[in-house]
């Protein structure tokens, strides 16, 4: 299974998220290409370079709007905002205020867009579909973390920092990257925030910001000793959407790996790791939900679909819940690979509002279906091996089945003749 494994130890921000992509290996000239059909290329340019960061070479990326001639703004705050660029040829400065919403830095150069406008830019664009759907949502988990700070509806949030050109090109850039690396799983560390207050236009604020904070809800999150912010809002969106777990270093065969780097230099290597490999795909969940308001008609259903979107188990077990309630508690196995469908097929069949989930190991059996010529017909036996080596024949349920009914026979009389046949393939 190719994954990709973000991770985090310097945080993440939207410009580092792009530049560890492109240092892993998507083509700049593919990026930037894919860019220009969003419309507005008349609006930015784009700087990419390499830097190094405590003696590591990555990848910068710089959004650099035509507009003022002003850099990208989705960087991590720090008060003495210092510039380790290899390609440093011109300067700018930053007002070392917060925007509206708490986060980056001010943005003089182009009016807020909303999240209606963005979704309208986005789907007005000839990206391909994956593309578009990444991208927009997003955007959307920004819009609903910064309408929550605000107690406003999300598309009444003008979010001058995220609907910026420059965070547009890079949540927009990111989806982009992730489609043509096309990973069959993404993870995550643990995100670092970083700690401290930050000096905003609202007075002093804690870090993480407060929509970084909402964003990152369920997360698994932590600070160093650098009091700094070193998770961005866009950058809390970026892996809160893309990551499907998030867990310190999995089992991993390493095929390569990215570093997207930070705008100032830090003891600790200021720079986003991205390493891209492969994992067991036969990495196996359980996924569990407790029902007791569901007509038991619809069970036998759900099982059969279950099997049908892939789930290696699934199996029912009666239980008692509070107000000693009857109840069923639904299990299922199945790879982790196929999670999601499976999640959605639990939430449209049933009534459960919650599904537990537990990572396992799964160690299978090899396993070979073989037709044996008996009295009663052709039977198929499923052959187990392990270490190459047979411990287990079973005769196929269906044919024996079909069999007791062709001969008008009891089905265990079948079972009782056809068992010699088992010990053929013991000897072989």
């Given amino acids: ?67 003022e001639h002003h850099h990208h703004h989705d960087e991590q705050i720090e008060h003495e905002h210092e510039h380790d660029h290899v390609h440093e040829d011109y300067t700018h400065v930053h007002p070392h205020v917060h925007d509206e919403h708490s986060h980056g830095y001010e943005h003089h150069h182009h009016h807020g867009r909303n999240l209606f406008d963005i979704e309208a830019l986005i789907d007005g664009s000839t990206l391909n579909d994956n593309v578009k759907k990444l991208a927009k949502d997003m955007f959307r988990v920004v819009a609903e973390a910064e309408a929550k700070v605000h107690g406003k509806d999300i598309y009444e949030v003008h979010f001058h920092e995220v609907g910026a050109v420059d965070s547009i090109v890079d949540i927009v850039g990111t989806a982009i990257c992730i489609d043509y690396i096309n990973p069959d799983k993404i993870v995550s560390s643990p995100v670092n925030t970083g700690r401290g207050f930050v000096k905003c236009q609202h007075g002093i604020m804690p870090v993480p910001a407060p ?53 100032r230099n830090t003891e600790k290597p200021n720079v986003l790791r991205v390493i891209l490999g492969e994992t067991d795909s036969q990495e196996n969940c359980i996924l569990e939900a407790t029902i007791d308001d569901m007509n038991p008609q619809i069970y036998g259903y759900l099982m059969d679909k279950l099997f049908e979107e892939g789930a290696k188990d699934v199996y029912f077990t009666p239980v008692y819940m509070k107000k000693n309630r009857p109840g069923i508690v639904i299990t299922v196995t199945a790879p982790v690979i196929l999670e999601d469908r499976i999640k959605e097929v639990l ?30 017909g052709e039977i198929s036996f499923k052959v187990s091996k392990y270490k190459d080596r047979v411990v287990n024949v079973t005769p196929e349920y269906e044919d024996v089945k079909k069999a007791a009914e062709r001969a008008n026979l009891p089905l265990k009389e079948i079972y009782g003749a056809i068992s010699r046949h088992i010990g053929e393939f013991y000897n072989r």
């Fill in 347 to 376: 939430f449209r069949e049933t009534t459960t509002i919650g599904i537990r989930k537990l990572n396992i190991e799964r160690t299978e059996l090899q396993r070979e279906f073989k037709k044996v010529g008996t009295e009663f």
């Fill in 1 to 67: 299974m190719k994954t990709l494994y973000f991770d985090c130890f310097s945080g993440i921000s939207g410009d580092m998220t792009v530049a560890a992509l492109l240092d892993l290996g998507v083509p700049q000239d593919y990026l930037i290409e894919n860019l220009k059909k969003l419309g507005i290329s008349d609006e930015y340019e784009i700087r990419i370079s390499k830097a190094v960061k405590n003696g590591i070479e990555g990848t910068d990326f710089d959004v650099i709007l035509k507009e």
């Fill in 211 to 263: 929509a970084t904070l909402n964003i990152l809800k369920d997360v698994p999150i932590y600070a160093d000793e650098r009091e700094m912010e070193l998770t961005t809002p866009t950058g809390a969106a970026v892996i809160k959407t893309l990551a499907s777990e998030f867990r310190k270093f999995p089992e991993l065969k390493v095929k390569k790996a990215g570093y997207g780097c930070g705008k």
